[in-house]
């Protein structure tokens, strides 16, 4: 059975750091795309950052533009874990984070979509203050 953890989300000032976890259960996560999503009150869940599988050629990354150049997903192989490092944090962040993961088809823009995963977590949430 696969099972997706979330820890990390927090309460924070605008401006501070906070890192999401997602550790795997029955999944090897280097083998699968991981993403992560939020979820703001009263709004559609929306893509923040994926990661493709592990290939020969290494894996690749995905952003929303929003959170480009300040979010980094990575992965921990040896922990089947994925991260979510969210710096410069806005109020506009806040939100609760989703870990997901699946098989997308080949092509960027699957990787966007809620549903290209197949396992989810239960979510953390993390608040933003101005």
């Known amino acids: 059975q696969v099972q997706l953890v979330e820890s990390g989300g927090g309460s924070v000032q605008a401006g501070g750091s906070l890192r999401l976890s997602c550790a795997a259960s029955?999944?090897?996560?280097?083998?699968?795309?991981m993403g992560w999503f939020r979820q703001a009150p009263g709004k559609e869940r929306e893509f923040v950052a994926a990661v493709s599988a592990t290939t020969w050629s290494g894996s690749s990354t995905y952003y929303t533009d929003s959170v480009k150049g300040r979010f980094t997903i990575s992965r921990d192989n040896a922990k089947n874990t994925v991260y979510l490092q969210m710096n410069s944090l806005k109020p506009e962040d806040t939100a609760v984070y989703y870990c997901a993961s699946g098989r997308p088809p080949r092509g960027s823009s699957y990787y966007t979509r809620p549903e290209t995963y197949d396992y989810w977590g239960q979510g953390t949430q993390v608040t933003v203050s101005s």
């Open positions: 029955g999944r090897t996560v280097s083998s699968y795309a």
